[in-house]
């Protein structure tokens, strides 16, 4: 029996045991195939590892989608993306400039053609602001839990919006997010006494400063040391 003899169902699960890449490559040799590849029921589940990975078309963004988890454990992130952008030399900035709106571009499609989404996970993503997750949770109002993780432009406006707009929200992480405040987690935990919420670290590290602030020569130290840590 030929595999394209199978009906969709077996080609479904049969293609849910390969990869992005394998998928991709498998569906490039018969049009039977390719319209499996394009079936969004084959696309609960997606991860990435690396920034460049969100450019690429070895995946479908659709309906079915219910766990998204991009995750760049990169030194990059921490040598240049996670520094302030006024601290930042005309390298480091060029060095930006090449990957910074991806994630916020990529969240941007999930909000329009991912309604079901129920988990997100989001780290080392260095240049995501507040604004792009909370259009999410005003979109996929079933999202479930939502993990933040060495996110450095996330503050406690977040918190806020997970108040506000995470009605089906049950789990929050917000981790190695230096401005995250403790305020702001109170804030939320009276807002919000059932959610499961929890901040390694967050609350507990030096917070971005203004280029018009003395900043003190032991805390400057600190923050180096956070980053290179």
Not at 57 to 65: A, H, I, K, T
Not at 174 to 197: A, H, S, W, Y
Request: charged share 25%; hydrophobic share 40%; glycine share 4%.
């Amino acid at each position: 029996m030929d595999l394209i003899q199978l009906n969709r169902e077996c080609l479904l699960h049969l293609f849910s045991f390969l990869d992005k890449d394998s998928r991709r490559n498998l569906s490039l040799t018969c049009a039977p195939l390719r319209d499996v590849f394009f079936d969004a029921r084959l696309w609960n589940v997606l991860h990435f590892s690396s920034l460049s990975q969100l450019r690429g078309n070895n995946f479908v963004l659709g309906p079915s989608l219910r766990h998204l988890s991009i995750c760049w454990h990169s030194s990059r992130v921490l040598q240049v993306c996670n520094i302030e952008d006024w601290l930042k030399s005309s390298f480091q900035r060029d060095i930006c400039s090449k990957h910074d709106k991806l994630v916020s571009i990529f969240l941007a499609r999930v909000c329009h053609m991912c309604p079901n989404l129920l988990s997100l996970k989001l780290s080392g993503c260095g240049h995501i602001s507040d604004q792009d997750v909370i259009i999410l949770l005003q979109r996929c109002r079933k999202l479930r839990r939502l993990h933040l993780e060495n996110c450095v432009r996330i503050t406690d406006r977040i918190l806020d919006g997970v108040a506000s707009y995470g009605v089906s929200l049950g789990e929050v992480k917000v981790d190695f997010c230096r401005n995250i405040t403790q305020e702001g987690l109170k804030v939320v935990r009276e807002q919000r006494p059932n959610l499961r919420l929890s901040a390694e670290r967050s609350a507990g590290m030096i917070p971005d400063s203004k280029p018009e602030q003395k900043v003190p020569l032991r805390r400057t130290l600190q923050k180096l040391l956070e980053i290179s840590g």
